[in-house]
């Protein structure tokens, strides 16, 4: 009886020890992902809603204002806050801070700050609400001091308000941003529209290829397969630029054209959505062919020829027992290619027009240019989720145990 | 076993207190450092400035390159742990910098008086380095008698074919005002109200279906040489280098062209304050400025220096007082103030 229990005690801890080794050995890898993945995706979802700069320039001008109705101008007090800040946040140099994130909400509160902070403000509060309007009439505006409301943190949903093109006003209410300035709900509708054009293009080209690829006895099939690796190899600009030498005016595709008599005008394929298309298939082809490829080289040739001996046609055939078994290999490939398209950036920047630009051009605009980092973070975190929502779909439909990701 | 790892992480920890200290040691004693943009820019600047710099004041200094960018500059100064001194900028970090307080307030009596230097490089916390424009530029070749103005970069009948601007609002509403007739002096309060944007957008209407639109500063070159547009805009730098490196025949037309400028900069709280002052000093004189224009064709900021350069080389820079005579500068505080809304609405305006 005891041995059987020394038994069972040594077993388990063995056991255990294979275990923390089995961990220790994982360790590395979590810490990794945490550091690369987790962290970063988690500072951009903070990032989109974090709002702090202007309650720590104007503290005194935000308490005042917790508890205002957003429908008249505010009270003297909130003016004689205003007064008292803004030289101080002058001085701090936390002004410039808190001017950059009011003027994103709205356009002119740069100059309206600087200029104030600059004006003669008076030491006595009771004069302050005139003073201001003298510096500005625009402190007489509600909605001036509504941005100041919003901005005043922690926490905030402008950014996000303003990526899905609405806006909230001084007195709570949320409306449509003005017409010529809503583009965000477009932009990521033309995102998703090409990205699943450039899916589908992928599929109808790669399909037939990977077919055969995996058909083709190795001696064949392995330098076909090269030339299907070596573009996979080469950079990303490269291969954009070199669509731009085939496909402009004077390029081969429009000169071949007009030598065979078959257009007697150049036709614009490149600076246009046409570009657009052309370029992303092309680039993000193998990554369905891959995929494809080694289900497909997985598939006996024997059940075709079963089929066939058991009296099916041969699109019979091919539908009813080839396809089904492709299955797994266009989900994976699908998903790859639609995933990758979705956040393109440098192709359609390159190859496209003004009005094809993808939602990754303006989340590299306002990181880069404009430092509007939460704007750029609240973009990100809505291509996330929608693009999290249209993969749960995905896996409703098709499932991802059915995918092969090899 | 237990007592060895002690012993050896101790001694460890010893060695690592004490190379700290040194490396304390080195960095009181660290050299100038002075960045700039890296590239055929950063070369030509090494043998226009840097390397006579050091043999003339025998002050050590190295050079580094940088690709832009404000919170660079933040996390080096606000981080406590600057090891950059002087950094070129381009005008939006200039004044962004300068209103955070990233940079030393410039004293003028040490890098040769405000009257030296052209206007629009005196600003409280820069000297201006060099200055660029963004012109109008066509192939000779192909346009024999070629445009004089943006109001014939709008003018589809006289010079038919395709035209291209750089993707995005900025400049090119500027552009569309001035075709349209606004005077070089007034574009900018034109621009600043809602009806001189509306403006501007309804003049580009009248071109829209025959734009391609830029992305970077190489492309305008290349849709010129393959015969793409007629016209473009682009940045003379470019067009210069083409013409000389291709045997291109691109012409710059410098009527109604809008410039900026990079600045020089001290980054606040360094501790080679008294060698970047020699050093800005050093490339603000025209016997050095007068130089650079011979290794890249850029404008220097010394109103002296303009007289010294090399005849041949006056017609492609932009400081030559002919080629500014009816020129002006992009105003960065507007762009800093309305970028992101006019980008907004240009990309809704060119998706229509």
């Avoid at chain 1, 080839?322 to 990758?340: D, N, T, W």
């Avoid at chain 2, 003379?236 to 400028?261: C, H, M, P, Q």
Wanted: overall charge neutral.
């Amino acid at each position: 009886m005891t041995d059987t229990t020394a038994l069972k005690v040594r077993l388990r801890r063995a056991e255990r020890s294979r275990q923390l080794a089995a961990a220790g050995l994982v360790l590395p890898l979590v810490i990794f992902l945490l550091l690369t993945f987790a962290l970063p995706i988690g500072g951009m979802l903070w990032r989109a809603v974090a709002d702090e700069e202007v309650a720590v320039a104007l503290p005194r001008t935000v308490a005042a204002l917790r508890g205002w109705d957003g429908r008249a101008l505010p009270e003297a007090t909130v003016f004689a806050a205003l007064a008292a800040d803004l030289p101080q946040a002058k001085d701090d140099g936390t002004l410039p801070a808190a001017a950059r994130r009011l003027n994103y909400d709205m356009t002119g509160f740069r100059t309206l700050l600087f200029k104030s902070a600059r004006g003669a403000l008076p030491l006595d509060p009771a004069g302050a609400r005139e003073a201001l309007l003298a510096i500005d009439p625009d402190w007489g505006d509600v909605e001036r001091w509504g941005a100041i409301q919003r901005a005043g943190g922690p926490l905030t949903a402008f950014y996000l308000l303003t990526a899905v093109d609405l806006h909230q006003t001084a007195d709570g209410s949320i409306t449509h941003r003005p017409a010529q300035e809503s583009i965000y709900v477009d932009v990521f509708g033309r995102t998703f529209q090409i990205s699943i054009l450039v899916t589908v293009a992928c599929l109808l080209l790669g399909f037939p290829v990977a077919y055969l690829l995996a058909v083709l006895p190795q001696r064949l099939g392995n330098p076909l397969m090269i030339l299907v690796l070596l573009p996979f190899w080469t950079s990303l600009l490269v291969r954009t630029t070199a669509w731009v030498v085939l496909l402009q005016n004077k390029g081969i595709v429009n000169d071949s054209l007009i030598a065979l008599g078959i257009q007697q005008e150049p036709t614009q394929l490149i600076y246009n959505r046409i570009g657009v298309y052309v370029a992303m298939t092309h680039v993000l082809l193998p990554f369905m062919i891959l995929p494809l490829y080694s289900v497909m080289r997985g598939i006996s040739p024997s059940y075709l020829r079963a089929a066939r001996s058991l009296g099916a046609p041969p699109t019979t055939a091919f539908v009813r027992v080839y396809l089904p078994q492709c299955l797994p290999g266009i989900g994976a490939g699908c998903l790859l290619v639609f995933v990758l398209a979705l956040g393109y950036y440098i192709t359609p920047a390159l190859v496209g027009g003004a009005g094809d630009q993808m939602i990754a051009y303006f989340i590299a605009f306002y990181t880069t240019s404009t430092i509007n980092w939460g704007l750029a973070s609240a973009l990100g975190a809505v291509l996330l989720v929608a693009t999290l929502v249209l993969c749960a779909t995905y896996n409703k439909l098709v499932g991802f145990d059915r995918v092969a990701l090899r | 076993m237990k007592k060895l790892v002690t012993k050896r992480s101790l001694l460890l920890a010893a060695v690592t207190l004490a190379g700290g200290l040194a490396m304390a040691g080195v960095a009181t004693a660290r050299d100038l450092t002075v960045v700039s943009w890296g590239g055929a820019y950063q070369d030509a600047q090494k043998a226009a400035y840097f390397t006579p710099f050091v043999e003339q004041t025998k002050i050590p200094m190295h050079d580094e390159s940088w690709d832009g960018g404000i919170g660079v500059l933040r996390a080096k100064v606000q981080g406590g742990a600057a090891n950059w001194d002087v950094v070129q900028v381009e005008s939006d970090e200039l004044q962004l910098g300068c209103e955070e307080g990233l940079y030393e307030k410039i004293d003028w009596t040490k890098v040769g008086g405000k009257d030296a230097y052209l206007p629009a490089a005196v600003s409280d916390c820069g000297v201006g380095a060099i200055l660029y424009n963004f012109i109008l530029a066509y192939d000779g070749d192909k346009l024999k008698k070629g445009p004089a103005s943006w109001a014939d970069f709008f003018d589809l009948k006289t010079f038919p074919g395709k035209r291209a601007l750089r993707k995005g609002p900025k400049t090119n509403l500027e552009i569309a005002l001035l075709a349209d007739g606004v005077p070089l002096k007034d574009v900018y309060s034109v621009l600043k109200t809602d009806a001189g944007v509306d403006r501007a957008f309804a003049k580009l209407d009248a071109i829209k279906s025959e734009m391609i639109w830029w992305e970077a500063g190489a492309q305008p070159p290349q849709l010129l040489a393959s015969g793409e547009v007629a016209m473009t805009s682009a940045y003379n730098g470019r067009i210069s280098a083409a013409n000389k490196k291709d045997a291109k025949n691109f012409k710059i037309v410098w009527n109604e062209s809008l410039y900026t400028l990079d600045s020089w900069v001290i980054l606040k709280g360094t501790e080679n304050l008294d060698q970047a002052y020699t050093f800005l000093n050093f490339v603000g004189e025209a016997k050095n400025q007068k130089v650079l224009p011979e290794y890249i064709s850029y404008g220097v900021t010394s109103k002296a220096a303009s007289g010294e350069i090399k005849a041949e080389l006056l017609p492609d820079l932009p400081t030559n007082p002919k080629n500014l005579e009816n020129a002006t500068q992009i105003d960065t505080v507007f762009w800093l103030e309305n970028l992101d809304r006019l980008t907004e609405r240009f990309n809704k305006w060119a998706a229509k």
